[in-house]
């Protein structure tokens, strides 16, 4: 454990200098290829790739460390975030590109409210105007669209941050009631073709992917907690146990309780990323196309459901939430990184989740298996000591495993150093709120 945490701290003083990380991040090879596009992962206003994870990483130190310093780190952090804000502004609201994930990155190193209270709250104030003006575009949108509602980019993450505290709860009531219902409303049923399906159906034209449009011609609706149901579900759960009883909210929680039940692929005992509307009811349906983590599969989806047992106080959802954890024990589908969306600390942080929920010992040894394959990929030769390792279609149009630098706390090393000090240690700061698992 002391091993453990003394790579976490040499990392993390490492990541003090801001000109050495832009230079590492924006080296010639430090990039991904998507369709024609070089993405290099830099951006700094971003709570995903930039400022906002570094300054919830050290306020975390500064809370389980308070004699180290760590919030001098912090202070130097957040005074770039407040000089880069007034350049170059806040564009939209959302937790991982916009104003909510500043938001929350200011309200954990405020330690309280101790500090920084005149910036939160201009921004909380920006933030409501943004969302405000995020559901008046949402009215004129015709058919569902992912980044609207999604964790991502739409209303999931930045409820959750409203939601995190009982002072969010009463500055952002309206927005909160709101989002709630336009949630309810997309969980509502209508004909398509002879078949009832929820509003959460995306159409074929609106789906985000090419490929994803050649497949599901009649369109989808996408389970994932990154970008699908199990997002909403998270958060509407959150809400209710916070006692926001608003009509409609709880029936629309066992709706998409029974549509994540029912899709479950009884085969593979997983679920799909998205499910064809064309097979929505059909129970012998099988899908290859499952993983193992945060973003999609088991983990996340299962994550949701143990939530909504909570709320509903539902016995049955809950054994079904466990016993897919259970299988996927030692399972490791698709997980190649030791990140936190699509790797194996995510899903070693959900474990433990589960096992703070069940006090069940398998979930346990996992949740340590896995946070010991996550420590298997520390290199102190690499410039942030973790790798994030991606499929990637290389320049010659092959696929290749690609390792790219980055601080991200999406695919990155500020993920990765968060998890492992609150694994090893007293979780101080809702940082994970970034991930709806506070």
Request: one cysteine or more; glycine letters at 6%.
């Amino acid at each position: 454990m002391d091993e453990i945490n003394c790579y976490v701290k040499k990392i993390a003083l490492r990541l003090k200098d801001f000109d050495y990380i832009e230079q590492v991040l924006l080296e010639k090879d430090n990039y991904l290829n998507y369709g024609e596009e070089k993405m290099f992962p830099n951006s700094p206003l971003t709570m995903s790739h930039g400022i906002p994870g570094l300054c919830l990483l050290y306020a975390e130190l500064d809370r389980q460390y308070p004699d180290e310093n760590w919030m001098d780190c912090c202070n130097v952090y957040v005074q770039k975030l407040v000089e880069m804000v007034k350049i170059y502004g806040i564009e939209e609201p959302s937790l991982f590109s916009g104003c909510s994930g500043i938001c929350l990155a200011i309200l954990e190193s405020s330690n309280k409210g101790k500090f920084y209270g005149k910036f939160k709250d201009s921004v909380d104030v920006f933030l409501k105007d943004l969302v405000n003006e995020k559901i008046e575009q949402i009215n004129f949108h015709e058919g569902t669209l992912m980044f609207d509602y999604d964790t991502i980019q739409g209303m999931t993450g930045i409820l959750n941050y409203m939601l995190i505290d009982s002072t969010n709860q009463r500055y952002f009531i309206q927005q909160i009631k709101d989002i709630i219902g336009y949630f309810i409303q997309l969980s509502k049923k209508y004909n398509y073709k002879d078949i009832e399906v929820p509003y959460w159906h995306i159409f074929s034209e609106n789906l985000f992917l090419k490929e994803e449009r050649v497949l599901f011609p009649e369109g989808a609706i996408n389970l994932g907690v990154s970008h699908g149901i199990s997002g909403p579900l998270i958060v509407m759960s959150k809400a209710f146990e916070s006692n926001f009883k608003i009509s409609g909210l709880e029936e629309a929680i066992l709706s998409i309780s029974e549509l994540l039940t029912s899709s479950l692929d009884t085969k593979h005992n997983n679920w799909p990323s998205m499910v064809d509307i064309r097979k929505l009811n059909d129970k012998n349906a099988s899908f290859e196309d499952s993983r193992d983590a945060w973003c999609y599969g088991r983990p996340g989806v299962a994550f949701a459901l143990l939530k909504a047992s909570q709320a509903l106080n539902d016995k049955k959802l809950l054994n079904i939430a466990c016993e897919t954890m259970k299988s996927a024990v030692h399972s490791e589908i698709g997980l190649i990184s030791p990140t936190f969306c699509h790797g194996y600390i995510g899903v070693s942080y959900i474990y433990k989740k589960f096992y703070e929920v069940t006090k069940s010992d398998v979930f346990n040894h996992e949740s340590k298996r896995l946070m010991n394959k996550t420590i298997s990929f520390y290199d102190e030769y690499l410039p942030f000591g973790f790798p994030n390792l991606e499929h990637n279609t290389n320049d010659q149009n092959q696929q290749e495993m690609k390792m790219v630098n980055t601080i991200g706390i999406l695919d990155g090393v500020t993920g990765i150093l968060l998890s492992l000090l609150s694994l090893l240690g007293n979780k101080q700061t809702s940082w994970d709120a970034v991930f709806l698992l506070d």
